[in-house]
């Protein structure tokens, strides 16, 4: 059993950064694909960024140019820094790891909460 956990949430002004991290209790952290997702409540849990083996990041079009998604397999942590952070921001972010050998194996975080204030 994978456990993930969130750090690095908080409160910030609209302009400001944070960087959420995420570490990983498995030692073939590196076999994993990584993912950053935000939910807002009502709404559908939205995908942020993608980091891939080869470390290859895919980002939602709303984040593009703002958030950088990195990972470090010595520290089995992913990283997720946030630049310019806008109100519509402000969700609680959850990290997601996934593996496939045999069958398709899915892990996610508890959570963290991030406000941006306007």
């Known amino acids: 059993q994978v456990q993930l956990v969130e750090s690095g949430g908080g409160l910030v002004q609209a302009g400001g950064s944070l960087r959420l991290s995420c570490a990983a209790s498995v030692i073939t952290f590196s076999s994993y694909a990584l993912s950053w997702y935000r939910q807002v409540p009502g709404k559908q849990r939205e995908l942020v960024a993608t980091?891939?083996?080869?470390?290859?990041?895919v980002y939602a079009d709303s984040v593009k140019g703002r958030f950088t998604v990195s990972r470090d397999n010595d520290k089995n942590t992913m990283y997720l820094q946030m630049n310019s952070l806008k109100p519509e921001d402000a969700a609680v972010y959850y990290c997601k790891a996934a593996h496939y050998d045999d069958a398709l194996h899915v892990y996610w975080g508890q959570g963290i909460q991030v406000s941006v204030s306007s």
């Open positions: 980091i891939g083996r080869n470390e290859d990041a």
